[in-house]
């Protein structure tokens, strides 16, 4: 995962072992490229990590005997990473060797990934399964967003992030560096940025460096983003004159949009600016620059009669339009130190020039609109990560799909790929990975593999071995829940607790914040809520089979060996209760939990009795039904900010018991 | 754990309540110190890894309302740490304030340590129990001696080691830094012992550096090791007119004890010696470098008519007095180059000077010997990490016991303390943590807390909060060995191949590799017998169980109770049996366990069969009970390299069924 491109499996099934004498070479002219050198010594680490065995951390010299030879046609050209570089690799797996082809370095790099995430162990011991691989992306841009102002994110998970990043091909890591709750990039021309407007938590200057080079080495582009003119509060607390009301201002705590927004109608804020992305734009060598341009709320400048006034004798009719005179300010100062500016879907004003791109958090209207106007686009709308949705609906969610889907094949070609995205209001470092991965993968998917592939009983069924394999790749998505778990009752067995949130899920969307008023930076982020998985594998796999269930009635041995097991699951979450309640009352941290406990026993009352009826062939009357329906449905609700995600497999199993027509 | 030497625990209880607010100042004339201000930091790190409260990450500036207020009597010497640095600390906690006064920097690390563990859940939030603590460690030399010339150890792990020493309060890191398979520090003077030496695997200078201004910070000192005239092998692949027989030499693979050795008799050795130490030396600032000396095999010496020739004209009678020889030369180069010399038991020669330390494999008896000639000493005998026993047997080993208690108080004065030992034959970086954590917490204990403190249930009590606790701060050693077994049978439910694994440890002492004969540098390490802990928590309480059961028998309905429990426990690793077994056949690195579930059927079914008749009430005749002990007997052998562990408990309840006299 993702899918390539093209796959034959080679017929009679072969395979290649990978044994202690495993060895890598890579041959070419681009072989002498410094990624694709620091890309076989980490492939050799992922081998041993995968697989226990003692391979050579060296890559051997290339004789026959090698197991894995790659070779790189082509040079490229100096760093950094350009949007379009060549990714395209073929991979051939035989019986006895393996070969990666690459037009580039950077194909080097995706083909050694595949070829990890081959490695299986078998009876025989580990192996690659003989195939034919011709892989390369569907779209050039496939990045992740990371918010590192609402919480600080601090170097070694960004470390990981990018090390998982490469590992499913995206190669854009967008840096969301600022906003209203943190300044997080040292400025030596406005120091007071980092120094008032971060709490200490920022990156320096030299980390940044590294981080872009640590990027640049897996493949990866770096986009920072320093967003305006609104989510600026962090900037206005050592440089309040920016802003466009009076100061003091401090760092924001709270989540939501806020009205503090830098004064557009004042030629010291270009100045500022101008100086700021001088900055800026050497720190960061990538040829596009981010200036979001989202949320910006109007009462300041609506309050403010200087630049009312300004408006008026500029005949800018609304802030809308003020917002747009901002934004080709900027643009013409992005473009003046050499950079493609990005911005969200507002930052599309009439006069803006068609070299800079839109990112859409709107959805894929926005994207057809501006490709229609020759700008480039970018989907996010769809890959929001901190919605907590399921894996299925980002897959779901194509750049191309709905109004993209009827723009002309030349008109399609400035839908770039899209983003994942992160806002970290409500995550931290500690469960960063499991707000991230697996479900990242399968957006990565989507933005590399082709279009038709859009099952998601196969996505999930890779995504549970990919998910695996990120972890043998140092990913911590579970282990980090496991300690969160365990810190929730210590001493006790983390059993019953993990058995209670096998039904739970983090409820969805912006609800555990609603109106902002729950939150804030320094809230802890260590209930159960905080702990669980975004989607709980247990849980769909009951729908799952629930379903089989419903869906093979007439075949009644089936139909009885999958009501069995339905049965086993609900008996075995209701006799757990008795297990996790005691826990509540021991822990500070689970107090809040027994709610949960008390709906989810009702659920499972009624969901056993469906059951024992349906076992019996009984049925119920449609006013009886109807009663559990809606006794259902009143268990049904956010309590202690999560959801109980068996209901609806217990809504269909009731459902079934209604008298046939 | 470990536990201090003076606690009171405040009557009536109260608790200081930790929460978001929670900070952190130092003050007094040693808080400058960079190890306080670096400490301080890394404890607000701590508290926020085991609460998840968002606690400021920077220490207050020491107002009124400060948490956790440490104060610092004096300033220390500069860099390095030396032995008997002052490490005394009290710690108050009341209910509204902690307040931790150390005499010097090194206290408030040890002290800062302390606070962190007695953080707790409770049903109110997360707080420490109001006590008064007066604390100072029992012996000054509280080491782990870590090999990291038979399998390299990243310095990531080392980083991970250092951290965990650091919160049990350890204070000598000892790094094995070369041996026959592996030379281990860069050398700028003699390149090749690292270039040919070490497969690529070793230590820059600069990382030397910096692990080791990364220990001081900890409050530990790195004590290194070059293993000579033995133990050598390394060297000679570039140097390979330094050994006794002529070369050419190769990095040895196997494990064992070697025959080349330094040629003790050619002024160029020493030569080579003074200027290799004069560069050691000024690369480790620790006042103490150990050369080891232990295990010299005479044979090379013996063969070289040159050898003994000098031994004829010097008048040496034997290898041991040519190695005496050797030892005191050594010395000499030592001494001048500031140094007090280590060495193994073997050190310990006529004529060597009081000032040199050593470090004992062979137990107290060596100890006793050298401390009544004046010599310093160090117990490692009881401590070897990698032979598999249990923390409680380590528990039992003290530096004065046996012949050392014997001594007068003077002289056990020269029993500075002792080291935990771990050699990694047969460990990777992969499951280290494991094979250290928690034993070596225990270990700590011993080295640090008053002798009185014996009781091994009391130990295991705490070790299992303290095991959590190191695992919040960072170290891997349950993560580290979930992933292993997940290695095991990708894709298949862990929970079998870990119940199985509850009555499994690995087989003792140096039986697994016997005659060195199976395993290689590069035989893999991924097997079940690799990816277990040492030692058995379920396998330990079940013993436990049994054994309150037999002692309990007169009463009637404790006895009933814990009999249920037994055959609970029994039949639930009875039918995992079932569930674990067709693993074996899909997963090559399971493929030798059949034997193993084999012989746990077998115990099983006579433990079952003991525990059905007890609950009856019938007896055994004499003949009956010791056919059933035979074949748990034939059945308690190496199999796949691990022993069942719960055969011990299982004879034990066939013997109860004997009947009567």
Chains 1, 2 share one sequence.
Request: hydrophobic share 40%; with cysteine; charged share 20%.
């Amino acid at each position: 995962m993702p899918m390539p491109a093209h796959v034959q499996v080679s017929e009679p099934a072969q395979s290649l072992k990978i044994d202690t004498a495993f060895t890598i070479s890579a041959g070419g002219p681009g072989a002498s490229d410094p990624r694709v050198q620091s890309a076989l010594v980490r492939t050799l680490r992922s081998v041993r990590r995968q697989t226990g065995l003692m391979v050579s951390p060296q890559p051997s010299a290339g004789d026959a005997a090698t197991t894995l030879k790659v070779s790189v046609a082509a040079k490229d050209h100096p760093a950094p990473q350009r949007l379009g570089d060549n990714e395209h690799y073929t991979l051939q797996v035989t019986g006895t060797q393996a070969t990666l082809t690459a037009d580039a370095p950077l194909g080097a790099l995706r083909g050694l990934a595949t070829f990890l995430e081959l490695i299986e162990l078998t009876p025989q011991g580990f192996s690659v399964p003989a195939l034919s691989i011709d892989d390369a992306p569907r779209f050039p841009w496939r990045g992740l967003s990371l918010d590192c102002s609402r919480h600080f994110v601090p170097l070694p998970d960004l470390r990981r992030t990018l090390e998982g990043m490469s590992l499913v091909k995206l190669n854009v890591f967008h840096w969301h560096l600022s906003d209203d709750q943190g300044f997080r990039v040292e400025s030596k021309r406005f120091p007071k940025l980092q120094e008032l407007g971060s709490d200490g938590l920022y990156y320096t200057q030299n980390q940044v460096r590294g981080l872009i080079d640590y990027a640049y080495s897996l493949g990866i582009r770096v986009v920072p983003e320093f967003d305006m003119p609104g989510h600026t509060t962090s900037w206005f607390v050592g440089y309040p004159e920016l802003a466009s009301a009076p100061g003091p201002y401090s760092i924001e705590r709270k989540f939501g949009i806020f009205k503090p927004t830098l004064d557009p109608t004042r030629e010291e804020t270009y100045q500022f600016l101008d100086e700021f992305l001088d900055e800026m734009t050497s720190l960061f060598p990538d040829e596009y620059f981010h200036v979001g341009g989202d949320e910006v709320e109007p009462d300041q400048w609506k309050a403010n009669a200087r630049i009312q006034a300004f408006m008026k004798q500029h005949g800018i009719p609304d802030e809308p339009m003020l917002q747009a005179y901002f934004s080709r300010r900027v643009q013409q100062l992005v473009s003046k130190h050499g950079k493609h500016m990005i911005g969200w879907d507002e930052a599309l004003q009439p006069g803006i020039p068609k070299t800079i791109l839109i990112q859409s958090w709107r959805g894929p209207q926005s994207l057809a609109v501006a490709a229609r106007q020759g700008y480039d686009g970018l989907l996010s709308a769809g890959y929001y990560l901190d919605l907590m949705q399921p894996a299925s609906q980002h897959y779901a969610a194509d750049p191309l799909h709905g109004e993209t889907a009827a723009l002309s094949p030349e008109e399609q070609k400035h839908i770039l790929g899209g983003e994942g995205a992160m806002w970290m209001e409500l995550a931290s470092p500690e469960n960063i990975d499991a707000k991230l991965w697996p479900r990242l993968a399968a957006i990565a998917e989507r933005l590399w593999s082709p279009a038709s592939l859009t099952d998601p009983v196969s996505m999930y069924q890779r995504l549970a071995s990919t998910s695996q394999w990120l972890e043998f790749n140092g990913l911590m998505h579970r282990a980090g829940l496991r300690l969160m778990v365990e810190r929730l009752a210590p001493g006790a067995s983390v059993v019953p607790i993990e058995r209670f949130a096998d039904v739970l899920e983090p409820t969805k969307g912006y609800t555990r914040n609603e109106n902002g008023e729950k939150y804030t930076q320094s809230t802890p982020l260590n209930r159960l809520v905080d702990s669980i998985p975004p989607e709980s594998d247990p849980a769909r796999e009951f729908r799952m089979l629930v379903d089989h269930y419903l869906d093979n009635a007439a075949n009644p041995q089936m139909a009885s060996a999958d009501l069995a097991r339905i049965e086993a699951d609900l008996r075995r979450w209701q006799s757990n209760l008795d297990a996790v309640r005691p826990l509540f009352s021991r822990s500070a941290l689970l107090a809040d939990c027994s709610g949960v406990a008390d709906r989810l026993a009702s659920i499972l009352k009624t969901a056993i009795d469906a059951a024992e009826a349906l076992r019996k062939g009984q049925h119920l009357t449609a006013s009886e039904t109807n009663a559990r329906l809606a006794r259902l449905d009143s268990d049904y609700v956010v309590e202690d900010e999560m959801l109980i995600q068996i209901q609806p497999a217990a809504k269909r199993l009731v459902m079934s018991l209604r008298p046939k027509k």
